[in-house]
């Protein structure tokens, strides 16, 4: 399979099942962020050295997971309506980003204020994944009422499980965060 088809040179791009739509329609935007914002978590993991911390591996094992989810959740709005998912989001998903934020917002110390996003380059990465989650939940709104409401769920959490491991990989990485009006 070659890497290039040229069938997206006038603009258009095909969704599941062969529909072709514009570059610029709303669901290519929105499958388009949440494919950023995978691209943002795998260059936090790259700057993770197996040397910062001996929790690496289990954390890369969770971001691996959300990040093949990420995947299922563009497969999802790229999937026309009346059309069969492959991949569909489930509550379980969801469900598994609460436990992961729990357990991980154990570690780290209770907020007293807003902290600005930054850290070590893994961190600030994660927060930068963050806000993009937070753009691709916009974008999927306006989509149009027909998506489901796992994929809003998982998202909204996802921003959320984000801003947590950004925290997280801070401070097991010897970080400490600023709050505001801190120097």
């Not at 974008?139 to 149009?144: C, F, K, N, P, Y």
Request: aromatic share 8%; charged share 25%.
């Amino acid at each position: 399979m070659k890497i290039y088809t040229k069938t997206g040179d006038k603009g258009t791009t095909s969704l599941v099942y062969g529909t072709r739509v514009a570059k610029n329609d709303a669901v290519v935007e929105a499958y388009g962020t949440c494919d950023e914002a995978n691209s943002l978590i795998g260059l936090a993991i790259g700057h993770m050295n197996a040397e910062f911390f001996e929790e690496k591996e289990a954390l890369c094992e969770v971001f691996h997971e959300i990040q093949t989810t990420l995947f299922h959740v563009g497969a999802e709005l790229a999937t026309p309506k009346g059309k069969e998912v492959k991949w569909k989001l489930e509550e379980q998903d969801v469900f598994k980003l609460e436990q992961w934020i729990d357990q991980y917002d154990a570690e780290v110390p209770p907020l007293s204020n807003f902290i600005l996003p930054g850290g070590h380059p893994s961190g600030a990465a994660l927060h930068v994944a963050r806000t993009v989650v937070r753009r691709a939940e916009r974008t999927v709104l306006s989509i149009g009422p027909d998506i489901s409401p796992n994929v809003l769920a998982y998202l909204n959490r996802l921003s959320d499980f984000l801003f947590v491991a950004a925290r997280l990989v801070n401070q097991r990485l010897g970080r400490k965060e600023k709050g505001l009006h801190e120097k």
